[in-house]
T-cell receptor
Framework: RKEVEQDPGPFNVPEGATVAFNCTYS??????FFWYRQDCRKEPKLLMS???SGNEDGRFTAQLNRASQYISLLIRDSKLSDSATYLC????????FGTGTSLTVIP | DGGITQSPKYLFRKEGQNVTLSCEQN?????MYWYRQDPGQGLRLIYY???????QKGDIAEGYSVSREKKESFPLTVTSAQKNPTAFYLC????????????FGPGTRLLVL
């Protein structure tokens, strides 16, 4: 069983749309949670950490639900530049990466 | 500027050849990692190092070797025993093992001739 599961997508949304991704984790001892963004043929880069109380950074909102063991990422007012693969990361004894969710924002 | 560098950006390997991928960081991080990414797939951990002169196998260590003689450096050798080496190789570091945030280098794309 994988530690982290993500819907691979692809998600194709029009500019200005709101889109949400979920990521489930299997180990209740998971300590820390992150969302990374990976552009095509580039390295993953930290998008934001995920806190229990939920956190927002501009158009991006991340939430953690410990009871149901999932984290979410909400992107409002999608831009063309948001097109990328979004990876969720969970720390237990190691960094565990989801396989990523592909997003394409269409003009 | 602090960060992680990897070289080369592209590397070509002939059959039976060992090749070494370089990874250097100036973030003063104790932990370093090597991942392999195949097209359309997630990251798979090859090796990691918690501290100088110590390293551990990850999920797919067969056919690879590493060293950690300096805190800043964690080179990966892809040996001839690795039968399917074509992939995107990513080096990362964090302040401690499973601690803080992981930062990635720009990656090395390895191709087999």
């Amino acid at each position: 069983r994988k530690e982290v599961e993500q819907d691979p997508g692809p998600f194709n949304v029009p500019e200005g749309a709101t889109v949400a991704f979920n990521c489930t984790y299997s180990n209740s001892a998971s300590q820390s949670f992150f969302w990374y963004r990976q552009d095509c043929r580039k390295e993953p880069k930290l998008l934001m950490s995920v806190y229990s109380s939920g956190n927002e950074d501009g158009r991006f909102t991340a939430q953690l639900n410990r009871a149901s063991q999932y984290i979410s990422l909400l992107i409002r007012d999608s831009k063309l530049s948001d097109s990328a693969t979004y990876l969720c990361v969970v720390i237990i004894d190691q960094f565990y990466f989801g396989t990523g969710t592909s997003l394409t924002v269409i003009p | 500027d602090g960060g992680i560098t990897q070289s080369p950006k592209y590397l070509f390997r002939k059959e039976g050849q060992n090749v070494t991928l370089s990874c250097e960081q100036n973030l003063n991080h104790d932990a370093m990692y090597w991942y392999r990414q195949d097209p359309g797939q997630g990251l798979r951990l090859i090796y990691y190092s918690q501290i100088v002169n110590d390293f551990q196998k990850g999920d797919i260590a067969e056919g690879y070797s590493v060293s950690r003689e300096k805190k800043e450096s964690f080179p990966l050798t892809v040996t001839s025993a690795q039968k399917n080496p074509t992939a995107f190789y990513l080096c990362a570091s964090s302040s401690g093992l499973a601690l803080g945030t992981q930062y990635f280098g720009p990656g090395t794309r390895l191709l087999v001739l």
